[in-house]
């Protein structure tokens, strides 16, 4: 399980907790009714909120005073947690309300008895926002990052009246050939953990030792911590991805959604997704000489600046 942060306030509580919450009002650091949420600081905090396997863990922070703007929703990469989007969420936070979840397995949330599919992953987390407040005309923005696109995009087909608009980064959109290999290299024939622990030495090379210069060792040992969390099980949200019929799930999809084009190994995959939405724009992104999966930590300006433009175009 991942560490606990000292800047944190993480919070266990019960469905009956959340409804209480939602009476006594913000004193108890959840998100409450979403009209409350001008009362809060810019500090992220944490809080569970009950899904189908078990408490769905979730971060958030809003301005002091309530911009009027839709809140963001941040779905996030295999098999990391909403711990990635901290530094985005210091950025988009100051105007509008950011809400991190941790997908079921991942992070501090429950994980499910077997692999549930990204449609698995898209019901249950639909079950946590609405517990959140989320539905019956309160809406949200969702952004998603590689696994979170997939995510987001279910969860925008499934409540349509929940998202108003998307912005995906990274999309892993596969079909035929190229879905098969990944999901040969990453889930039949994924490598077992040894028994050794030599894998340990491997994870800190490439956090820590060899992780880019802006990522820092502490974030460095964080992630490292997550790519541990889920243990053996660390390839179901693989499964979810190369298994999911993105193509047919997305096409349901009509909210305006903006693809950002990542210089990393699913550029093409992303360009190639405007093919199967019916609103969508592409917006290519800046170089960045190191691997995709750290953007969002270490140059989190390249995502936070075409979001906050798209969706407050929209509004």
Request: charged content about 20%; proline content about 8%.
């Amino acid at each position: 399980m991942a560490s606990r942060r000292p800047d944190v306030a993480p919070l266990r509580t019960s469905r009956r907790a959340i409804l209480q919450a939602a009476v006594a009002g913000p004193a108890l650091g959840l998100l409450t009714p979403l009209a409350a949420v001008a009362a809060s600081s810019a500090t992220i905090t944490r809080g569970f909120v009950d899904g189908p396997y078990g408490q769905i863990h979730y971060r958030r922070a809003g301005p002091v005073e309530d911009s009027g703007k839709t809140p963001l929703v941040l779905f996030h990469q295999n098999p990391r947690s909403s711990y990635e989007y901290t530094a985005m969420m210091d950025i988009l936070a100051r105007d509008r309300l950011c809400i991190a979840l941790d997908s079921p397995g991942y992070g501090d949330s429950a994980a499910p008895p077997a692999p549930p599919g990204i449609g698995g992953y898209g019901a249950a987390l639909v079950q946590g926002l609405e517990e959140l407040g989320f539905g019956n005309g309160k809406q949200f923005d969702a952004f998603g990052f590689h696994t979170g696109c997939l995510i987001a995009g279910e969860v925008a087909a499934r409540r349509p009246d929940m998202v108003r608009a998307l912005v995906l980064a990274g999309v892993p959109y596969t079909t035929g050939d190229e879905q098969a290999e990944y999901y040969d290299n990453l889930v039949v024939n994924r490598t077992p953990t040894p028994n050794s622990g030599s894998h340990l030495v491997d994870l800190w090379h490439s956090f820590v030792s060899n992780g880019p210069d802006r990522l820092g060792e502490e974030r460095g040992r964080r992630l490292m911590l997550e790519q541990l969390g889920p243990g053996d099980n660390t390839w179901w949200g693989y499964q979810g991805v190369f298994t999911y019929d993105t193509a047919s799930r997305f096409a349901l999809i009509e909210q305006p959604v903006l693809l950002l084009a990542v210089e990393d190994l699913l550029k093409q995959n992303t360009i190639d997704t405007l093919g199967i939405l019916a609103n969508a724009t592409l917006e290519s992104m800046p170089f960045i000489d190191q691997p995709g999966y750290f953007l969002l930590l270490t140059h989190p300006e390249i995502f936070t600046a075409p979001t906050a433009r798209f969706l407050d175009e929209l509004s």
